[in-house]
């Protein structure tokens, strides 16, 4: 019985912690069937489950918040859900839409690492913050789900058929390697993500 005691330590909130995370897993799944059947169909329903990631990242914070039960190990399942929802999938969407260049890849590998670095920092510096004023009360960088608008972005594109070869903004010849200028705004979100001297009140 001993595999069901992690199950125990499980509060409602991190319940909906996990389907941020499944929300954004299978986000990846339809982005991966896009490019096997190139059917612009799976990539809207890969940006409603990022957007649904969304709602139940929300909903996590204010559950923890309403009963009184943030934990440790909450933040941590937080952190680990939103690299893959905030992170991982919205790189796997951008590449799966055209961003396929090995200027683009290296820039959605930064942008995901910038997340991860992100998240870590977050959680060293929340438990300093908590335990000298007894609340976070800022956020250094922009907060991960801010990737959120990135999907949009190629939502809007792909409803315009501006993904793939017709991408919006052509494709840059750099160094004898394909870079799509889309791709920048993933390096630009990566870099606001790891800012340090970006500080946003925490609400």
Known sequence: M????????????????????????AALFLAMDHVREARVGKLY?????????LVFDVMDGRIAR???RASPLGRELDSLADVIS???APAGLAFAAGMTGLWDA????????????RL?????TAEAM????????YFEGTPIPTSVLLVVLLMALARAGRIG???????????????????????????????KTLKIPKP
Do not use: Q
Request: overall charge neutral; charged content about 10%; hydrophobic content about 50%.
């Open 165 to 195: 070869d017709s991408m919006l903004g052509g494709v840059w010849g750099v160094g004898g390697f394909d870079l799509h200028p889309v791709a920048l705004l993933f390096v630009l979100s990566g870099s606001l993500m790891i800012s």
């Open 66 to 68: 309403w009963r009184h």
């Open 120 to 124: 870590a920092r977050y959680n060293v």
């Open 130 to 137: 908590s335990a000298e004023t007894g609340k976070v009360t």
């Open 45 to 53: 329903a890969a940006g409603a489950f990022v957007a649904a990631a």
């Open 86 to 88: 905030f992170g991982v």
């Open 2 to 25: 001993k595999h069901f005691s992690m199950i125990r330590d499980f509060h409602l909130a991190d319940l909906f912690t996990l389907a941020n995370g499944g929300s954004g897993t």
């Open 106 to 117: 290296l820039g959605l590998i930064y942008f995901v690492a910038c997340g991860i670095s």
